[in-house]
């Protein structure tokens, strides 16, 4: 019998960059609008230290996100990796 295939919908994407970020709050509304503007749920840390955190949605909402956080000059080297659920994991 053939094994069932899992539908994995939602990616996942751990992020981070470590960089000198002068003005964080600042940057706070502007990425959270990104974030609402593509639905996607879960946690940024934004310090004076740079990015961390796990974000997740639809593939081409995260990568749309992940593209205009790269648009900032601090994280024009964002780095992230990658992994899918079936369920959306954040409530938030």
């Known amino acids: 019998m053939p094994q ?6 939602f990616l996942i ?3 981070y960059r470590f960089t000198p970020v002068s003005d964080p709050a600042a940057m706070q ?14 946690s940024l840390l934004l ?3 740079g990015i961390n ?5 639809y593939s081409n909402a995260v990568e749309a996100t992940l593209s205009e956080l ?3 000059p601090e994280f024009r080297e964002l780095e ?3 992994s899918w659920a079936k369920e959306l ?3 938030r």
């Open 29 to 42: 509304e502007p990425i959270k609008d990104i974030c609402a503007k593509y639905g996607i749920k879960g």
């Open 53 to 57: 955190g796990t974000i997740a949605g």
């Open 4 to 9: 069932k295939t899992e539908i994995k919908e």
């Open 70 to 72: 790269r648009a900032f």
């Open 89 to 91: 994991p954040f409530y």
């Open 47 to 49: 310090a004076t230290e």
């Open 80 to 82: 992230h990796k990658e």
């Open 13 to 15: 994407a751990a992020l």
